[in-house]
């Protein structure tokens, strides 16, 4: 099954209004959008719209216009065996906060609600999503064994998770069945399980008080954050220089990003960061030149020894033999001189790759900027305090500053005791029920003691029977992944190999993590083809071609590096669309050697998108695109399909 991005809409909200049609021919895409013109907006709003997941919606408010409502809409085209349009509109009611969601298909005309069709349902969930639409400059977690990122989206598209999820249900439904059996017993347990009872109702009185006093503060301060977002007694000049502070901001954020990513990478280099060590190594190849090593090895001799004639041309008898053997266990074996040669040709390599010197400059460069940072942030908070220290709601924005302080101090009171922590070595322990502090611990201690209170009044049998069979289901679901696992490696090899100029690298193996052959952790180009090669694997292996969203696809990468990203997404994907900035397309899109020209291979069948957009407090082009090259002109914004136009493209803010 394949599916296509193939519309979005989007009408007065946070980004511009646009309107694009990708074209079912066209396998790569680029977007084109500069820093603030509202790209995450956009990404999120198809994220949110495929999974269905909506939080606050005032986040997608277009804040200039304040309007009332907003709309967004996104088409896909699911081909299993015949073809299915699916369409998703989302109109946005930000005087109540509340979205309505309508559902379109060939079979069925426009419905309430989220309805996609069954062969694609269990794909569109926020863990599914996350797998085929992420960012380029945050794959970190692929790569750390304690996230377990590539475990968890195995057993999500494997339906590992889902299967554990029933198992609990199952639990839950036999504890309920047995509760009103269990009768006799233990008096300890029994204190115990009556402690945590009532330790089960203080917790969820808690969460009703929180949840009370939450629900009482949000309609003030909702009504007090509508009077706040749509007050008209900032200047434009004021709201220009806030926006501009927050893109210097953002902007400042990517060179932090930018110059820990070189640190990070002449860090592992140890030469680069101690002249000790340095000094050391130097000491120590000295002396290994100076002792001859490693030499010619053992088996040279070992080798003369059975010769007809010595190397001299006299005949090799049985003492001169002899005397060579004895002789040849001073030199070392063919597997010690490898090793040797191995340190000795690694060790000078990273010497003479290395740079003291330009390490602390970076180092210094760091903190230069970061100090930039705090004096951008402390304007930033200047301009909000004088913006709001004249304001003619001075009383209203300091009462929703108090209320969103205790709006907060809520909030993470019911998330900490909601949270999923195992608090259950409080009870293993022996110690007071009152430690524990969470619903979902409280849960679990109780488990516990009643497995043991069944234990010990007759019960065994339906326990054993339960336990039995979830571990059946642990023993399946440990050798099924361990399976994928391996399945999974192979598929991301055969991909990277047919993709990758270094033919060195390549997946070792798949657990909780990505792990690269021989390295602790990757380049970040070699992270991308990693992540993006391990997402097509899953998602093949679920017989489902979703469109790969990549936004940021190589911001972290070195110019040179990025043409393998570009050339691999061509090969390898049924259909991806990259949203980037200007200072991405060199090497990316472009030719590094002549940048106004495109790569060969994205001569033909490749998407050009530039968005942009038309506020008249917002730097324009010097060269707009001419009318007949517009493709969608909204109130607010661009988009043009105009090849010349995207590649010249660049605004001041974005070098």
């Not at 049609?21 to 709003?45: D, E, H, R, W, Y």
């Not at 033999?321 to 001189?337: E, H, P």
């Not at 390295?519 to 292996?541: K, M, N």
Request: with cysteine.
């Amino acid at each position: 099954m394949k599916i296509n991005l193939i519309h979005i809409k989007s009408k007065n909200l946070r980004c511009p209004d646009v309107e694009i049609n990708f074209q079912k021919n066209n396998k790569t895409n680029f977007i084109q959008m500069p820093n603030g013109t509202g790209k995450t907006t956009l990404i999120n709003l198809i994220k949110n719209t495929l999974s269905n997941s909506w939080g606050n919606i005032n986040e997608f408010k277009n804040k200039k216009t304040n309007a009332a409502e907003g709309l967004f809409v996104l088409k896909l085209e699911v081909d299993d065996d015949t073809l299915d349009d699916i369409t998703f509109r989302i109109k946005f009611d930000f005087i109540s906060g509340k979205e309505h969601i309508f559902t379109t298909t060939n079979q069925t005309s426009e419905k309430t609600g989220f309805h996609p069709p069954k062969n694609i349902r269990s794909f569109l969930t926020q863990d599914h999503i996350k797998t085929f639409l992420f960012s380029g400059d945050a794959l970190d977690d692929y790569f750390i064994d304690s996230e377990q990122t590539a475990k968890k989206t195995i057993d999500t598209f494997s339906g590992i998770t889902k299967l554990y999820q029933l198992t609990k249900e199952l639990e839950i439904q036999f504890r309920a069945m047995m509760r009103g059996k269990i009768q006799g017993g233990t008096e300890s347990l029994r204190k115990r399980e009556d402690l945590l009872e009532r330790r089960e109702v203080q917790i969820k009185d808690g969460l009703d008080s929180c949840q009370g006093k939450l629900d009482s503060i949000l309609p003030e301060w909702s009504r007090l954050k509508n009077i706040i977002d749509s007050r008209d007694d900032v200047t434009e000049d004021m709201n220009l220089k806030i926006d501009n502070k927050l893109e210097e901001i953002d902007d400042i954020n990517k060179k932090i990003y930018a110059n820990e990513a070189i640190l990070a990478e002449m860090s592992k280099n140890l030469y680069s960061i101690s002249t000790a060590w340095s000094s050391q190594s130097k000491s120590f190849l000295d002396n290994l030149a100076a002792a001859k090593l490693p030499g010619t090895s053992r088996s040279f001799f070992n080798d003369i020894a059975k010769q007809e004639k010595c190397i001299c041309g006299d005949e090799m008898t049985k003492e001169k033999s002899s005397i060579i053997i004895d002789n040849a266990k001073d030199y070392l074996g063919d597997d010690d001189a490898g090793i040797v040669n191995t340190i000795k040709t690694t060790n000078e390599e990273a010497l003479l790759s290395s740079s003291h010197d330009e390490y602390l400059n970076e180092i210094e460069n760091l903190k230069t900027i970061k100090k930039d940072k705090d004096t951008l942030v402390q304007d930033y908070n200047d301009l909000i305090f004088d913006r709001d220290q004249n304001s003619s709601i001075q009383q209203e924005i300091e009462k929703f500053r108090n209320l969103n302080i205790k709006k907060s101090e809520l909030e993470k009171a019911i998330k900490d005791l909601r949270k999923n922590d195992d608090e259950t070595l409080a009870i293993v322990k022996n110690k007071d029920p009152i430690n524990i502090s969470s619903d979902f611990g409280i849960k679990n201690a109780l488990t516990l003691v009643r497995d043991k209170i069944a234990e010990k009044e007759g019960y065994e049998e339906y326990l054993k029977k339960l336990n039995k069979f979830k571990e059946i289901l642990e023993v399946s679901s440990v050798n099924a992944r361990n399976q994928i696992f391996k399945e999974i490696t192979n598929s991301v090899n055969e991909k990277i190999s047919s993709s990758h100029q270094d033919k060195s690298f390549r997946i070792e193996s798949i657990n909780d993590s990505l792990k690269i052959e021989n390295q602790g952790g990757g380049s970040g180009g070699q992270e991308v083809t990693a992540v993006t090669c391990f997402a097509l694997s899953v998602l093949e292996r679920s017989g489902i071609a979703f469109p790969m969203v990549i936004d940021h696809p190589v911001t972290p990468l070195q110019n040179a590096a990025r043409p393998a990203i570009s050339e691999m997404l061509k090969d390898l994907c049924e259909q991806s669309i990259c949203f980037i900035i200007d200072a991405e397309k060199p090497g990316f899109v472009t030719k590094i050697s002549e940048p106004n020209n495109f790569h060969d291979y994205l001569n033909d069948n490749v998407g050009i998108y530039t968005i942009y957009r038309t506020d008249d407090d917002v730097q324009q082009p010097l060269n707009p695109p001419s009318e007949e090259n517009i493709s969608y002109k909204g109130s607010n914004g661009i988009v043009t399909e105009d090849k010349e136009f995207f590649t010249n493209f660049s605004l001041s803010q974005e070098n």
